[in-house]
């Protein structure tokens, strides 16, 4: 008979359910665009999605902030999140357009801070 395993962040957050999300150890971390084009970074129980914005005319090139590689403007999108609970302060980051990619050298590490940035006011 298989005995039922918890991960290590599962353990925690049940006998400490009110550890701050940056002291858990890292677990895995989504990272994926919807059909609708907003980006979701989601690292269980935290969650954050972040709405596209629409591109300016320009030939400065970007960074992504995932994966740190310097990208053309028509290959990076910059998208923006709600901080706290108000709804009035945002937060922008710029992002390669094609996820998928991406997120094969994306750094758990790099998602994750983004992901706290957006949790944590």
Do not use: W
């Not at 150890?25 to 907003?38: A, K, M, N, Q, S």
């Not at 970007?62 to 999108?77: D, F, K, T, Y």
């Amino acid at each position: 008979m298989g005995e039922k395993t918890f991960e290590e962040r599962e353990l925690i957050l049940e006998l400490f359910p009110g550890t701050s999300p940056e002291l858990l150890p890292p677990g895995e971390v989504l990272y994926y665009r919807d059909g609708e084009g907003r980006v979701h970074i989601q690292e269980d129980p935290l969650h954050l999605v972040l709405e596209p914005l629409d591109a300016a005319p320009s030939i400065t090139p970007l960074v992504c902030e995932a994966c740190l590689r310097h990208i053309s403007r028509s290959s990076g999108q910059f998208f923006r999140f709600g901080v706290g609970n108000s709804g009035r302060h945002f937060r922008y980051v710029a992002l390669c357009r094609d996820t998928e990619r991406c997120s094969g050298s994306a750094r758990p590490g790099r998602l994750r801070e983004i992901l706290l940035r957006g949790i944590l006011p």
